[in-house]
């Protein structure tokens, strides 16, 4: 059963913490991704990975920055939270390998900055 | 150029009804389709995905439709169920170093027993 794993399912932080959303997959995919999920928006790229050490931003990346030391792992850094970073916050990862570009989600981080 | 809008935002059906939900993309250099489902407190899982060299697919109750000269696809659901009231993305993919998926802002469908 594939899997991707955010470390937490709620968070809730103060504004000006410096925060750490953890994501693993263990289908060594190369693609891994961070979304932020809200009402009426649907989902917006923060950051991509296509391969260790490598990023490139998304959509929406003010704000935040990501560190991907390991094929397994992709981690969103909030540098000094905001109360507009209250969020539910998605991990995604696909393969390149494959045609079949089906990106397979975690169960999501809810973050509330207060 | 990179959106893809998704319509309607809200959709009600009585069981037994036909669900429609459409999407229209503008960048060409989109070359995959899919849609996800969510249910609440889940990540989004691929329900199914079209490539644009065919005009549709069908798996089970669900199909897609795609008309690639208007750049709008859209999704079926025949014989709506309760279980299937959940939040739809719509998405579109392009290979840039990586391949980068653009979604919808998502429909949710509710189904009425």
């Known amino acids: 059963d594939v899997k991707v794993t955010q470390s937490s399912r709620y968070l809730v932080k103060r504004t000006g913490e410096k925060v750490f959303l953890e994501c693993v997959q263990d289908m060594d995919h190369e693609n891994m991704f961070w979304y932020r999920q809200d009402p009426g928006l649907g989902l917006r790229l923060i950051y991509f990975s296509y391969d260790v050490k490598m990023k490139e931003k998304g959509d929406i990346p003010e704000g935040y920055s990501v560190s991907r030391e390991k094929k397994e792992r992709f981690s969103l850094i909030l540098e000094s939270a905001s109360t507009n970073q209250t969020s539910m916050y998605l991990c995604?990862?696909?393969?390149?390998?494959?045609?079949?570009?089906?990106?397979?989600f975690g169960q999501g981080t809810r973050l509330t900055v207060v | 150029q990179q959106q893809v809008k998704q319509s309607p935002q809200s959709l009600i059906v009585q069981k037994g009804g036909i669900s429609i939900i459409n999407c229209a993309y503008e960048?060409?250099?989109?070359?995959?389709f899919p849609w996800y489902q969510q249910f609440p407190g889940k990540g989004p899982a691929l329900l199914i995905a079209?490539?644009?060299?065919?005009s549709e697919k069908k798996e089970g109750r669900f199909t897609i439709s795609f008309n690639k000269s208007a750049k709008q696809f859209s999704l079926h659901i025949m014989d709506s169920q309760p279980g299937d009231s959940a939040t739809y993305f719509c998405?579109?993919?392009?290979?840039?170093?990586?391949?980068?998926?653009?979604f919808g802002a998502g429909t949710r469908l509710f189904v009425k027993a």
């Open positions: 995604a990862s696909s393969s390149y390998r494959v045609a079949n570009t089906e990106a397979f």
């Open positions: 998405a579109a993919s392009y290979y840039t170093g990586g391949f980068k998926t653009i």
């Open positions: 960048n060409t250099a989109f070359d995959y």
């Open positions: 079209i490539r644009p060299d065919v």
